[in-house]
Every structure is written in structure tokens, then in C-alpha cells.
């Protein structure tokens, strides 16, 4: 399999190349040549396979130049250890929860692939190689946790200090080993402006390996098409022929191109719907055809507060840019901070369902927009633990039992790393690590 840049389609790269340079020569992502159906055989068992299985079928024509059947079963295996169940709500409405990995989020699963490719192409051997990123959240803990340990590779993430919360920031400070992550005195675009400066500086390269674990990432993006594999196949164990419709919570879009990839495999889906909050560049798209990003809005469901979305060409280039063809297949609603509220707390209430914000945003564009006649499921993205101070508004009680079962209100375990908003800071630390 080879890789274009679906700006130009000039460049043509392997999987290791497109991994480690992140985005093209012409600064447009990149995505594979062709995308191949899996063959109706496959289908035909796909609700008797494992979660391994399916991810070792659904993988291997995307690595196989570069990677042999034995070590792609390892990384699997290391990569799919936790369960991704699907569960009935109610009626026709189901979820597919994928927070059961070490940091409670969707994103374990890319970053715990995305780690075990690079360990294992890293092209410089002389050198050594570090791989660099800037968080608000939820990223940065995934990534943390998804190379802890993994040879070969040092990882610094840069958060803002104060800026997140206690949770998400033991998350990547308990771990040692090869994990530095440094609270820098200043916002989340001072960390990026930080990162970006070391990217560019040629003299640091020399010496390092700075490398990104960005969204756009190809090696996150793969794996997530797994589990759209696994839930349907799922729902077909239970539900033989059925072709769900997937409603996925979305901020930059990854998560939901990787959906459409499997449907563009030969995935039976009925349609899909991306569910936003305010921050409504796509939906605002599909409605009008004009596409106009804007400033980001702070919302409940922050890891979704995202004004420009940086996988949206992948997605409508799957489409073949054409805004009627993505609209046959495509919707998208907006949920506000009071939905999301109110969401949280009715599905509680009446359905004994406990939703984080992210994917409160989920249920609710499925359940607007599903026919009597369809059966679907949502993906919920975050454990509602991540996120108790949201939950708090609506069910203080709940919050308060998440509190003590996951010590959640605990102090900082992992002591913490400082450092000025000061590239020079900054290049010292990878030079020295
Ligand atoms: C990152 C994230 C999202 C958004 O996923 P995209 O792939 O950026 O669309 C949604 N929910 C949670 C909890 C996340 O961490």
C-alpha cells in the first residue's frame, strides 16, 4: 500500500514515511492509494471473528510491505487488550463504548498502535528519537500511556499548567520511565508554539528525531477503523443483516473518516451522522456548501472544541469532494451545552445510562435523526469519569460515586515537571534527555 497527498496527489509515500513526516511536502494529509474490500467471505463471518481477528483482517493491507503477519499480531494484541462492548439503551439505540483503555478515552486506541508501528520503523537508528506533542487533554495522556515503556522512543508532552484537570494530568505524570510531561507556565498555544519552533529547527534535528502523534497521524488513524468493524459485527450477532447507522461525537473528524474508510471497505452501514457542539464548521458545510471555519468555542464536551477540523478533507475526500455524494451518506447536528445537560441527565434518569459530555452529544444525534425502522449506535468516546465536573452539574450524586470509585478528587501523584514559556528551556530538555 502506498500513500498520496490528496492535495496535489503528487507525493507518493510508504506507511513508515507517511507516519514519521505526519503531513506531505505540499501540507496536505495523506491517505492511501486505494482502499481495499475485504471480499464477501469476510463479511459473510464477520459476526463470528474476535475483536483480534477482525483488527488483524482489517490491518494487514495497510502495513503488510512493511511489517510481517507475526509482528502485525503482536502489535494487535497489544494494542486491542481491553474490551470494546456495545450496549443496548433502549429500543433501537445502542453504544459502542470505547473508553475501557488505560486513559478512558477513544484515543488509546490510536496512540497504543500508532507507538508500536514507530518503535518497530524507526528508520534513524543512530539517532535518537523523541516524539514531541502539545496537550489540552485528553491526547496527551492517550499518547503517554499508549508509548509508556515502548523501546527506543522518549516522550514529551507539553500541557498548560493549572489548565486541566487533576485527572488528566496524573494521567501523564504517574508513569516515569520514558514519559516526560512538563506543565509549561503559559496556555495550550503557547505549548503549541513551542512544539511547532522545534519542528523547524533544523540544528536540533541534526541530533534528535522530533516526531509528531497528532491526529492526523495515518498510524492513529488506521486502527480506529477496527472497532466500526467489531460493533457491527456485533449488532449482526444479535441482529442478523442488520446495516446500522453510526453516529460519531467529532471534533477534528478523525475519528469518523476512519468510520467512513470501513464502510469504503465493504462495511455494511446504513449512513452516518457526526455530532458536534457549537463548533459547527461541518454542519454549517453540509447545509449551506459554504465552508468557513471559525474561532473555537469553549464548550462541555472540550475535546470537541475544535474550529478548523483537521481531518475534514481526509472525510470529504472519501466523498470524492463533492458535497452531494457526502450528503447521501452524510448528516451532522449540533448539540449545545444545555442539550448536553440535559441529555446527561435524562438518559440517567430513565434509562440508568451514565454519559460523559462527549458522548451525550452522540446520543442525542442519533436518537434525533434514527428512523422506528433502523437500528443504530453511537460511540462514546470518554469514561463520564474524565469529564465529573461537568456530570456534577445535573447528578451531584453520581458525581460524587465516581469521585470515590476512580480517585478522582485525589492530589497529583506523579510530582510535577515546570518550565517557562522558553524554547530555549525546551530544546535544552530534548537535547539532555
Ligand atoms: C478527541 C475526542 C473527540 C473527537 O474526536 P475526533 O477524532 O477529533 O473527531 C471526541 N470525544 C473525546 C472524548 C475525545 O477525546
Known amino acids: 500500500m502506498k500513500y498520496i497527498s490528496i492535495g496535489t496527489k503528487q507525493q507518493s509515500v510508504s506507511l ?10 505540499d501540507g496536505s494529509l495523506f491517505m492511501p492509494e486505494d ?12 459476526s463470528g471473528f474476535s475483536l483480534n481477528e477482525i483488527a488483524f483482517s482489517v490491518l494487514r493491507p495497510f502495513v503488510e510491505e512493511e511489517t510481517d503477519d507475526t509482528t502485525l499480531w503482536q502489535m494487535v494484541e497489544e494494542t486491542f487488550s481491553f474490551p470494546i462492548p456495545l450496549v443496548n439503551i433502549h429500543d433501537n439505540i445502542n453504544v459502542l463504548e470505547l473508553f475501557h483503555g488505560p486513559t478512558q478515552a477513544f484515543k488509546d486506541v490510536g496512540a497504543r498502535f500508532l507507538s508500536r508501528l514507530m518503535s518497530r520503523l524507526h528508520p534513524v537508528r543512530d539517532k535518537k528519537m523523541v516524539v514531541l506533542t502539545a496537550t489540552s487533554g485528553d491526547t496527551g495522556g492517550a499518547v503517554a500511556h499508549g508509548f509508556h515503556k515502548v523501546p527506543g522512543i522518549e516522550v514529551v508532552v507539553l500541557y498548560p499548567k493549572g489548565k486541566i484537570s487533576p485527572y488528566q494530568e496524573n494521567q501523564m505524570t504517574s508513569l516515569g520511565y520514558n514519559i516526560h510531561a512538563i506543565a509549561v507556565e503559559g496556555t495550550f498555544d503557547d505549548c503549541q ?8 529547527d533544523r540544528e536540533l534535528r541534526k541530533d534528535v528525531a522530533v516526531t509528531s502523534a497528532n491526529s492526523i497521524n495515518l498510524g492513529r488513524l488506521l486502527p480506529q477503523m477496527v472497532y466500526y468493524f467489531y460493533g457491527v459485527a456485533d449488532i449482526q450477532r444479535r441482529l442478523p443483516g442488520t446495516e446500522p447507522v ?17 464502510y469504503r471497505m465493504g462495511l455494511p452501514v446504513k449512513r452516518f451522522i457526526a455530532a458536534t457542539n457549537v463548533n459547527d464548521v461541518v454542519p454549517r458545510f453540509l447545509k449551506t ?10 464548550t462541555y464536551a472540550n475535546a ?9 478533507p481526509r472525510l470529504y475526500y472519501l466523498f470524492e469532494n463533492n458535497l452531494e455524494q457526502l450528503r447521501r451518506m452524510f448528516s451532522a447536528d449540533i448539540i449545545t451545552n444545555k442539550e448536553i445537560l440535559e441529555t446527561i441527565q435524562s438518559v440517567f434518569q430513565q434509562h440508568n445510562y451514565l454519559l460523559d459530555p462527549h458522548s451525550a452529544t452522540g446520543y442525542l444525534g ?12 453511537f460511540v462514546s468516546t470518554a469514561h463520564p469519569v474524565k469529564f465529573v465536573e461537568i456530570i456534577e452539574k445535573v447528578l451531584p450524586g453520581e458525581a460524587e460515586r ?7 478528587d485525589t492530589a497529583l501523584q506523579g510530582g510535577t515537571e515546570h518550565m517557562p514559556v522558553s524554547y530555549k528551556s525546551l530544546k535544552d530538555k530534548l537535547i539532555e534527555l
Not at 513508515?16 to 511536502?25: A, M, P, Q, R, T
Not at 471480499?39 to 464477520?46: E, K, Q, R, T
Not at 453516529?247 to 476512519?258: E, H, K, L, Q, R
Not at 428512523?371 to 443504530?376: A, F, I, L, Q, Y
Open 304 to 312: 470537541m472544541d475544535v474550529g478548523d477540523p483537521s481531518n475534514f
Open 16 to 25: 513508515s514515511e507517511g507516519i514519521f513526516k505526519g503531513l506531505s511536502d
Open 35 to 46: 482502499i481495499p474490500h475485504l471480499g464477501n467471505d469476510f463479511y459473510a463471518s464477520l
Open 366 to 377: 442519533l436518537t434525533r435523526e434514527i428512523k422506528n425502522d433502523e437500528v443504530g449506535f
Open 246 to 262: 453510526i453516529c460519531v461525537p467529532s471534533g477534528n473528524f478523525g475519528n469518523i473518516t476512519a468510520a467512513v474508510m470501513a
Open 193 to 200: 508554539r513551542l512544539v511547532k519552533q522545534a519542528f523547524n
Open 402 to 408: 465516581l469521585k470515590k470509585e476512580f480517585g478522582a
Open 289 to 298: 456548501g459554504d465552508y468557513d471555519p471559525r474561532d473555537t468555542i469553549v
